[in-house]
């Protein structure tokens, strides 16, 4: 039986229930209930217990059951691709791609943390990196495997346990994810698994965790941020959503360029927090490159995961119904229709782009989903000012072939993640990855996740002391009476 996982035994929640469909067919995938506050206390008790045990585990054998995992999700693939597929919608070669990045995990985050929190030890000094205690770890739907993992290879590779609380949009796929991380040998208590609502995450936040590693919406990031006030020593990485710019400049081809905006806004169905929303155009330059994507996204292939299409659904119809809604809203406050977004049943939609022509007001929400507002400005000078208008700053992205541009883009932009005539989407895992404002708090994650998962530990080491000879200080009079 699954359910919720606590020290190594599966069990059903006690909580309310909880449903998972196809957000293609509205299929029930998974029937279950969350846990309830009991059960919160006691995964994080299991968590409490098994980690000290875990963190005097030699480093060498937590890699090697690390790498175990890697090798256990190898080998299944192709069950949590469909998994994925099946609860998210996306098409199979991007499940598929998501679980290549689930494997590549682990062997990137023990380079990372030999490069970022070794330790390292002199005669007279050390330095040592030592675990926070338990982490909680959530997760958003839009990568149900591999961005929860992005928080926990890397935290218990520091020697922390883990209380890991997916997105109740897709508990199917964390329970096959703590499956093949109980096959990999993982010790019970190490990693445990609470499915629920808000309610469930206020309440492990409340218990006795030493990390709070979140990944969603700013909505939910600086609530958390509020409830965690007055508890410094509890550490907080949030790494949250964006209102992407991409500043489309004079290129030399027309075609690679109308791809990489395709690409930028429209992958998952425009769910990835990297996705551009604004797609900003430099005077004429771009006019030719945007008619083109105006050609192309009629032609886009949308469906079920089985047909491979180029976009799958969005989450559910709740999801789709508010790009909807947002793009009216768009339309009311000036926006203009160039190409409608249009509900196609269940939780699909066809791609949106608005042009927004004199609009004073910057609609500055991050709208996720396949829903491109586009801008026209005077100069290069002006897409830079326009780009940075945001309290978000995760990605940014520049098409130009004008050398001075691009660097001066580099200079000005104020965003976590930026690329230059690449898509906006499709971060590397061997580089940082985090934003500045509304898209974080200035702990990144991939690479530099090693930073928060561990704390250093500074050490000045003598020799015996019968091998020393008193040092008094100078001053001291040795009890001489004046
Ligand atoms: P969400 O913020 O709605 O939920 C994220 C997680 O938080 C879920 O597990 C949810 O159950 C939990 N949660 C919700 N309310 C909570 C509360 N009050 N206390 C504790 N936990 C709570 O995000 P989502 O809709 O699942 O995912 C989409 C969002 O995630 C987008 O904003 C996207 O940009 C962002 N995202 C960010 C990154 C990044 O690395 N920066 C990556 C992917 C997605
Ligand atoms: C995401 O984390 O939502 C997207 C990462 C990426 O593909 O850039």
Redesign the pocket.
């Known amino acids: 039986m699954t359910g919720i996982l606590i020290n190594g035994e599966w069990q059903a929640g006690r909580g309310s229930e909880l449903r998972s469909l196809n957000p293609a067919t509205g299929e029930v995938l998974w029937a279950g209930y969350g846990a309830d506050e009991q059960q919160v206390r006691e995964a994080v008790a299991a968590a409490s217990q098994a980690q000290p045990s875990w963190y005097l585990t030699p480093l060498a054998e937590r890699k090697r059951l690390l790498e175990n995992f890697a090798e256990t999700v190898q080998d299944n693939t192709s069950e949590l691709a469909k998994a994925i597929s099946n609860e998210t919608g996306k098409p199979l070669w991007e499940s598929t791609q998501e679980v290549t990045a689930m494997i590549n995990k682990i062997a990137i985050s023990i380079s990372a943390q030999q490069q970022r929190a070794a330790d390292h030890s002199e005669v007279q000094w050390g330095l040592q990196h030592r675990p926070l205690g338990v982490m909680a770890v959530?997760?958003?739907?839009?990568?149900p495997g591999h961005?929860p993992n992005g928080h926990i290879v890397p935290a218990l590779l520091a020697g922390n346990s883990i209380v890991f609380?997916?997105?109740?949009?897709t508990p199917a796929v964390a329970e096959l994810t703590l499956q093949l991380w109980r096959a990999a040998g993982l010790p019970p208590g190490v990693i445990n698994l609470l499915h629920?609502?808000?309610s469930v995450?206020?309440a492990?936040?409340n218990a006795a965790v030493q990390g709070v590693l979140?990944?969603?919406?700013?909505?939910?990031?600086a609530?958390?941020h509020r409830?965690l006030a007055g508890r410094p020593e509890v550490l907080l990485a949030l790494?949250?959503?964006?209102n992407n710019p991409l500043i489309v400049d004079r290129v030399g081809n027309i075609e690679v360029a109308a791809w990489h905006i395709i690409r930028s806004a429209f992958i998952s169905s425009g769910?990835?927090?990297t996705c551009a929303r604004r797609l900003i155009l430099v005077a004429n330059n771009a006019n030719s490159v945007f008619e083109r994507v105006i050609q192309i996204l009629p032609q886009l292939q949308i469906g079920a995961w089985q047909e491979e299409p180029f976009m799958g659904p969005l989450i559910d119809e709740q999801a789709a119904m508010k790009v909807l809604d947002t793009q009216k809203k768009l339309l009311q406050i000036g926006g203009r229709a160039k190409l409608l977004a249009r509900h196609r049943g269940n939780a699909f939609i066809s791609p949106g782009v608005i042009t927004m022509p004199g609009v004073k007001n910057l609609y500055d929400e991050?709208i996720?989903g396949p829903l491109l507002q586009v801008y026209r400005v005077a100069d290069f000078d002006e897409a830079i000012t326009l780009a940075n208008d945001t309290r978000f700053g995760?990605a940014a992205g520049l098409l130009s072939d004008n050398i001075s541009h691009q660097e001066k883009f580099l200079q000005h932009i104020r965003a976590g993640v930026v690329s230059i005539n690449q898509p906006t989407a499709g971060a590397s895992s061997t580089l940082p990855?985090?934003?500045v404002g509304h898209?974080?708090n200035y702990r990144p994650?991939a690479s530099y996740a090693a930073d928060y998962c561990a704390w250093p530990q500074a050490q000045t080491l003598g020799t015996a002391t019968h091998e020393q000879q008193p040092v008094i200080p100078q001053g001291f009079m040795g009890g001489a009476n004046h």
Do not use: H
């Open positions: 959530f997760g958003p739907y839009n990568f961005l609380k997916p997105s109740e949009k629920g609502d808000a995450g206020r492990l936040i979140f990944t969603g919406s700013y909505r939910v990031g609530e958390i409830q790494e949250m959503g964006g769910q990835r927090c991050e996720f995760l990855f985090g934003g898209s974080g994650s």
